[in-house]
Every structure is written in structure tokens, then in C-alpha cells.
T-cell receptor
Framework: EAGVVQSPRYKIIEKKQPVAFWCNPI?????LYWYLQNLGQGPELLIR????????DSQLPKDRFSAERLKGVDSTLKIQPAELGDSAVYLC?????????????FGEGSRLTVL | KQEVTQIPAALSVPEGENLVLNCSFT??????LQWFRQDPGKGLTSLLL?????REQTSGRLNASLDKSSGRSTLYIAASQPGDSATYLC???????????FGKGTKLTVNP
């Protein structure tokens, strides 16, 4: 069974440019998360989806970040415009069932460098 | 607000040693706790998931315990190997927050 798939693995852009990350969760996993991880820190939640509904986006900087999960499967996280401080690893994760059940599985992450 | 602390931040041991990694959390009303391993430049790999009703879980050389009343979990690694070198993170689900809260991790180095 395929795990959580993310692309691109690496992205280098200049500040003020847009960037998008894509995530395909494990088949059948209803709950999908986007996390941000800075060097030496644990992941921090950006947004959580239950099927196609964003049920927790309180940590998402909505002035420049947006996300969507059309049809409750794949998801895209977009940053526009990117700032220097956005350089980090963006991790996607999924789990079966709701937020309080089951094991959480992560993708390999998308490493963003903003110059 | 749930806070998760992992001590020590880094640990270096000789191969073959048994070791314990610690994770503490401030709110004991949790649903579950999960231990992950992260290799450099990689995503997180799930090691063990302990439900709130459980006291411990085992997988191979790994054993994780949970004491909700004291807000602590430990990850025991038996007979450590150089391949165990990685950062180990614990994540707490619940405890006043609907989101998974991570510690900063313990960076483990096992020397041959």
C-alpha cells in the first residue's frame, strides 16, 4: 500500500513568488493534515481536513496561505506571496477516521527555500 | 493549552546500550500518544501509538509506556544499534486541544 505522497520534495523560489505543494493521502484516510516544521522543532499544525471540510485552520496565516481538498482526497497548500520566513519543511499527514482515532502517517515533506 | 516537552534534547550512547527517551505533557486528558522517528531530510515514521486506556505498547526492540496521571511517556530502546540514530518525537492527541501537539524531539546518536 502506498504511503502519503507529497510533491515537490524540494522547491527554491525568490521572495514574493507563489508556490504550491501537493499531497495524496493514504487511500481511505478521511483526515488530512498540513504541518509546518522548522529546523530543530516539532511539526506545527497549519490545517486539518475531515473529508473535504477544513475543520481546523486557526493556525493558517490566511493572508498568504490557502489550502484546498477537493473531493476529499488530494490536497494542495499554496503560499502567495512567499516570504523569507516561510522557508521550512511542509509536511502532509493522514489518518483513518476522525481526529482522535488511529495512527497518523506522514509523507516525506516538501522543503521550501525562499531566497 | 497542551504543552509537550522532551528531555534530553540530544543523547549519545555506545552501540548495545539500552536507553530511555522521555516525553511529558501538561494536560492528562488525552486520547492517545504517538512516538515517531525522523531521519535527516525525511518525514516522520510512526513507531508506536498508545491509546489513553493503554499502559504500554511494544514493537520489536521498542517499548513505549504511558502514565496519564503523571503526564509522562517513555520510549525504551533495547540493545541500541547505529541504525537507531535519528530524532525521536512524541505527539499528544487531546488534552484541551483538538490538534496533535508535538515535542521538539530527542536527537539520538548511537556510536559503533
Amino acid at each position: 500500500e502506498a504511503g502519503v505522497v507529497q510533491s515537490p520534495r524540494y522547491k527554491i523560489i525568490e521572495k514574493k513568488q507563489p508556490v504550491a505543494f501537493w499531497c495524496n493521502p493514504i487511500s481511505g484516510h478521511n483526515t488530512l493534515y498540513w504541518y509546518l516544521q522548522n529546523l530543530g522543532q516539532g511539526p506545527e499544525l497549519l490545517i486539518r481536513y475531515e473529508n473535504e471540510e477544513a475543520v481546523d485552520d486557526s493556525q493558517l496565516p490566511k493572508d498568504r496561505f490557502s489550502a484546498e481538498r477537493l473531493k476529499g482526497v488530494d490536497s494542495t497548500l499554496k503560499i502567495q506571496p512567499a516570504e523569507l520566513g516561510d522557508s521550512a519543511v511542509y509536511l502532509c499527514a493522514s489518518r483513518p477516521g476522525g481526529a482522535h482515532t488511529g495512527e497518523l502517517f506522514f509523507g516525506e515533506g516538501s522543503r521550501l527555500t525562499v531566497l | 493549552k497542551q504543552e509537550v516537552t522532551q528531555i534530553p534534547a540530544a543523547l549519545s550512547v555506545p552501540e548495545g546500550e539500552n536507553l530511555v527517551l522521555n516525553c511529558s505533557f501538561t494536560d492528562s486528558a488525552i486520547y492517545n500518544l504517538q512516538w515517531f522517528r525522523q531521519d535527516p531530510g525525511k518525514g516522520l515514521t510512526s513507531l508506536l501509538l498508545i491509546q489513553s486506556s493503554q499502559r504500554e505498547q511494544t514493537s520489536g526492540r521498542l517499548n513505549a509506556s504511558l502514565d496519564k496521571s503523571s503526564g509522562r511517556s517513555t520510549l525504551y530502546i533495547a540493545a541500541s544499534q547505529p541504525g537507531d540514530s535519528a530524532t525521536y518525537l512524541c505527539a499528544v492527541n487531546g488534552g484541551g486541544s483538538e490538534k496533535l501537539v508535538f515535542g521538539k524531539g530527542t536527537k539520538l546518536t548511537v556510536n559503533p
